[in-house]
Structures are given as C-alpha cells and as structure tokens.
C-alpha cells in the first residue's frame, strides 16, 4: 500500500465529501478537505510501513505541515493525522497534536493521542464511526 492507495480505500469508503489537494505553492497544507453537514476540514494522509522496532513512531510529519495545521486550528478550523499502518492499523490523531508528534513519541503515547483507532480491516460500520469523529 502507498499514501495514494490509502486515498483511494478513504475515497471509496469513508462517507464523507472529500477533495484531494495538490497544492505546490502553499507548504504543508494538508492533502485531503471535506465537507459533510456544513462542518468542513482538512486531513493529512501518511502511510507507514510498520511500527518502529525501538518503539518510537516516526510520523513521516514535516514541520510545516505541523505549522499549517496550528495555525489553521488557531482561526478556528479543523485539521487532522490519519495515519494507516501497514495493512493493519488506522488511526486518527488531531492536529494539534502535530508538535507532539515531530518528537517520536512512544506507541503509548500516539495511542492515547488518538481519536479514534482501529486495529484490522476497517469495517463499513467503522468507516461511519471514524466519519462521526472527524466531522463532529
């Protein structure tokens, strides 16, 4: 799997409107924006491999992602991390965690980080609660 495979599994599961942005002349905007019942977004997809070894998580996050976020965050937008690891795990993380992010943190702590996560294939009934969270 790759970031654009996982774009393809979110757009053909996830219920909500979504737009993939490919943006060269804004650094770190996010890849994804979504609509749904007048609440709107954005969503930064990565894609890792696997869990660290050493237990650290290494994010694949740049800086200026992490800056965009805040200072969208700060205006009062929402922003959000969905990571999907492997083949066996998604979770997403909100972007105000950016910071936190950048510094490694131990699986413990991207855990309690999460809004929401799912261990497995992602069910139809998983995609609607994962949905729930991020247009709340």
């Given amino acids: 799997m790759s970031e654009s495979n996982f774009w393809t599994l979110l757009r053909n599961n996830l219920p909500l409107k979504m737009y993939r942005v490919e ?20 969503i930064e997809l990565k894609y890792i491999e ?8 290494t994010s694949g996050l740049r800086q200026s992602q992490t800056f965009w976020a805040n200072q969208h965050i700060r205006e009062g937008g929402k922003s959000w991390y969905l990571f999907r690891v492997g083949r066996d795990f998604t979770i997403l993380i909100d972007g105000e965690n950016g910071k936190k992010l950048l510094d490694r943190p131990a699986k413990k ?5 999460a809004a929401w996560h799912k261990q497995g294939n992602v069910t139809s009934d998983d995609w609607i609660e994962l949905s729930k969270v991020i247009a709340c």
Wanted: aromatic letters at 12%; zero cysteines.
């Fill in 23 to 42: 943006n060269r002349v804004m650094r770190g905007m996010p890849d994804v924006h979504y609509i749904r019942d007048g609440k709107s977004g954005w």
């Fill in 50 to 57: 696997k869990w660290a070894k050493r237990g650290r998580f």
């Fill in 109 to 113: 702590e991207v855990m309690a980080m």
